[in-house]
Each structure stands twice: as structure tokens, then as C-alpha cells.
């Protein structure tokens, strides 16, 4: 019979945060499974989470209903419009890890988003022969330290961050001298496209670009159009 080890006892054995679950999946030293001993893909974490964003929309709707005049429209405009926009953002970035297996997945660049996987994957359960592997130290293994099998990935999550943090450098600096630049035309600015690149040359996808700068932008709201004429 398999047996399984909870997340967060893997935490506490192995003293470790949040995000460093996460980091044993994205290696595939962790495969998360459910209660029911399903194995867990990054799309369900994102699915999960729309869900839960969705109940919160429809709770501010009801609450919304029992308002009238100003007051309503704060609401609306407060809470329930970006929160629609969020929705949103999810429900994109879900199509494009919608078939993603933990070793083809980069970390999301939104803080929230990313304590959002690491919390989730820390309530999930794990095979405890996995568990034993992740958590062995180098001398518990005879004293040879053994390379990770997926280094490359490491690499390439660590070259991705350092480009989300490069992207988002570009596209503060020229919003605040264009502050009506669309995030789809900053998506298309020479400098970005230059910057925005995985370690083989190949470019990161629009999607990706956009999750990593969208919050910088001054005025996201749809159909607006930049100086140059872009459109969103």
C-alpha cells in the first residue's frame, strides 16, 4: 500500500518555506497528489483558484445589490471590476498551462499567485519513498553529491525570474514617460522584445510577458489606445 506524507509535515522535517515545495515539484523530486490519490497538474491549482475567485465575485455581487447610488458604484468600482479583471487574467493564464506537466512549468512573476501554488501544493500529499529522496542530505547518501536531474530546469527558472525582474525595469521606466502605452504595445516594444527571451534565444510567450508587467501599468482597462495608436 503507498504510503503518503503531508506537505506540511515535508515542511517541518525538512525546515523549510512554502516555496520550497513548490521547487521539489517543478524538479519533479515531488509528484503532489489528492486526498484521493490523484496526481495533482499546475492547471488544477489554477482551476481551483478561479473557483475560489469566482465565489468572492459572486459574494461582492450579492453584497453590491444591497447598495444604491455612490456607495454601489464604489463597490463596483473598487471591488468587483478589478477582481472581473483578475478573473480574467487567471482564466487566460490558465489556457496556457492548461496541458503543462510540474517539469514544463515556470513560476508565475505575481506574488500572490505563487503563494497561491505554494500554499496549495503544501496542503497536497506526497509518496513517502519521494519524500525521503528530496529530504536526503548528501552524506546520508554516502558522501557523494549527486546532481540534480533537473538542473537545466533550475537554471531555466532562475534565468526566467531574472528576466521578469528586467522586464518589468523596461516597462516601468517607459510608462512613467508614456503613461498611456497599452500593455499590449509595451509586449511589442523593441527594447522588450530584445529583453524578453528564454536561455535558447526563443522568446517568452505575450502571455507570459503580460503577467509579468500588467500590474505596472497605469491604466489598464480594455479598448484604451497608447500614443502610437496600439490597441489592447
Given at each position: 500500500m503507498q504510503e503518503?506524507?503531508?506537505?506540511?509535515?515535508?515542511?517541518?522535517?525538512?525546515e523549510l518555506v512554502d516555496?520550497?515545495?513548490?521547487?521539489g515539484?517543478?524538479?519533479?523530486?515531488?509528484?503532489?497528489?489528492?486526498?484521493n490519490g490523484l496526481p495533482i497538474m499546475p492547471a488544477d491549482v489554477m482551476a481551483q483558484h478561479i473557483s475560489d475567485l469566482e465565489l468572492e465575485l459572486s459574494r461582492l455581487d450579492e453584497l453590491a445589490w444591497d447598495l444604491?447610488?455612490?456607495?454601489?458604484?464604489?463597490?463596483?468600482?473598487?471591488?468587483?471590476?478589478?477582481?472581473?479583471?483578475?478573473?480574467?487574467?487567471?482564466r487566460t493564464y490558465l489556457e496556457s498551462i492548461r496541458t503543462a506537466n510540474w517539469d514544463e512549468f515556470e513560476l508565475p512573476a505575481e506574488q500572490d499567485m505563487l503563494g497561491r501554488f505554494s500554499s496549495f501544493l503544501i496542503n497536497a500529499r506526497y509518496p513517502a519513498?519521494?519524500?525521503?529522496?528530496?529530504?536526503?542530505?548528501?552524506?546520508?547518501a554516502g558522501g557523494v553529491e549527486e546532481t540534480?536531474?533537473?538542473e537545466a530546469k533550475s537554471t531555466r527558472s532562475l534565468h526566467a525570474q531574472r528576466t521578469n525582474e528586467k522586464c518589468r525595469e523596461i516597462a516601468k521606466r517607459i510608462w512613467e514617460r508614456q503613461p498611456y502605452f497599452t500593455i499590449a504595445a509595451m509586449i511589442n516594444h523593441s527594447e522588450m522584445v530584445r529583453q524578453a527571451r528564454k536561455p535558447d534565444g526563443s522568446p517568452y510567450s505575450e502571455i507570459t510577458i503580460r503577467n509579468w508587467i500588467r500590474d505596472l501599468c497605469p491604466n489598464p482597462r480594455p479598448g484604451?489606445?497608447?500614443?502610437v495608436g496600439a490597441s489592447e
Open positions: 503518503w506524507v503531508h506537505g506540511s509535515q515535508i515542511k517541518d522535517m525538512g516555496v520550497d515545495i513548490l521547487q515539484c517543478i524538479t519533479k523530486s515531488l509528484t503532489p497528489h489528492s486526498d444604491s447610488g455612490d456607495e454601489r458604484e464604489r463597490m463596483i468600482h473598487d471591488n468587483i471590476e478589478p477582481l472581473q479583471e483578475r478573473l480574467q487574467s487567471c519513498g519521494e519524500v525521503d529522496k528530496f529530504l536526503r542530505k548528501p552524506s546520508e540534480p536531474p533537473s484604451r489606445r497608447s500614443a
